[in-house]
């Protein structure tokens, strides 16, 4: 079974300032996807960014970059020019494209602080 | 983007009885939902995996009987808690697939669950 880990149960930032938020998983699958989610207090799960396995690049999204190393397993979000919207839950998140459905198994969570 | 609703998104209940949460996906069809459950500060857990027209997969631990689960549309999938308890107090939350966007789940915006 895979599982995700991330290390950081809380992190914070000043504003304007770039944080860099650690996730590592476990797996034994060549081929799959990994995401960042956030949760800010209204609790709605937000996509923040995807990538996925076979390709090498490092997926982009704005301010939020992700640095991929499929061989350590390593999968951690950088956000640049923090904002204080950018406050939240956040989870990293891995699904398998070998098994059938597509489940997320998701990490501990790490809490973003952004200090004004 | 694909939006998932829930409904209610809080209840309150006296112990013993039941409650039922519904997850509609509004602009989409989905053949399969997911129900997940979250405790303060805590991750999402997968609870089960809702199939339009069949059984629901639950997760390990989860039980069956006390949480049922009907996906008998393809745009709903409900839960319900049957002779809720306190401690099935807790947060629930869908989320959905779009069949052309299989690598990506949308998640509704959650129902806060209370039992008196």
């Known amino acids: 079974a895979q599982t995700v880990t991330q290390s950081q149960p809380e992190m914070s930032v000043q504003e304007a300032e770039t944080v860099t938020l650690s996730c590592t998983y476990d797996?034994?699958?060549?081929?799959?996807?990994l995401f960042w989610y956030k949760q800010p207090p209204s609790r709605q799960m937000i996509l923040v960014i995807r990538?996925?396995?076979?390709?090498?690049q490092n997926a982009t999204e704005n301010r939020f970059s992700v640095n991929f190393q499929k061989a350590a397993k390593s999968f951690s979000l950088k956000i640049s020019d923090s904002q204080l919207g950018d406050a939240a839950m956040y989870f990293c998140?891995?699904?398998?494209?070998?098994?059938?459905?597509?489940?997320?198994?998701f990490g501990e969570g790490t809490q973003l602080t952004v200090n004004p | 983007g694909a939006v998932v609703s829930q409904h209610p998104s809080w209840v309150i209940c006296k112990s013993g009885t039941s409650v039922k949460i519904e997850c509609r996906s509004l602009?989409?069809?989905?053949?399969?939902m997911f129900w997940y459950r979250q405790f303060p500060k805590q991750s999402l857990m997968l609870m089960a995996t809702s199939n339009e027209g069949s059984k629901a997969t639950y997760e390990q631990g989860v039980e069956k009987d006390k949480f049922l689960i009907n996906h008998a549309s393809l745009t709903l999938s409900t839960l319900t808690v049957t002779s809720a308890h306190p401690e099935d107090s807790s947060f629930y939350i869908c989320?959905?697939?779009?069949?052309?966007?299989?690598?990506?789940?949308?998640f509704g915006p959650g129902t806060r669950l209370t039992v008196l």
């Open positions: 989320s959905a697939s779009p069949p052309l966007a299989v690598n990506e789940q949308f």
């Open positions: 998140a891995y699904r398998s494209t070998e098994t059938s459905g597509s489940r997320l198994t």
């Open positions: 602009d989409f069809q989905a053949t399969t």
């Open positions: 990538q996925e396995a076979y390709k090498q």
């Open positions: 797996t034994s699958e060549s081929d799959y996807y």
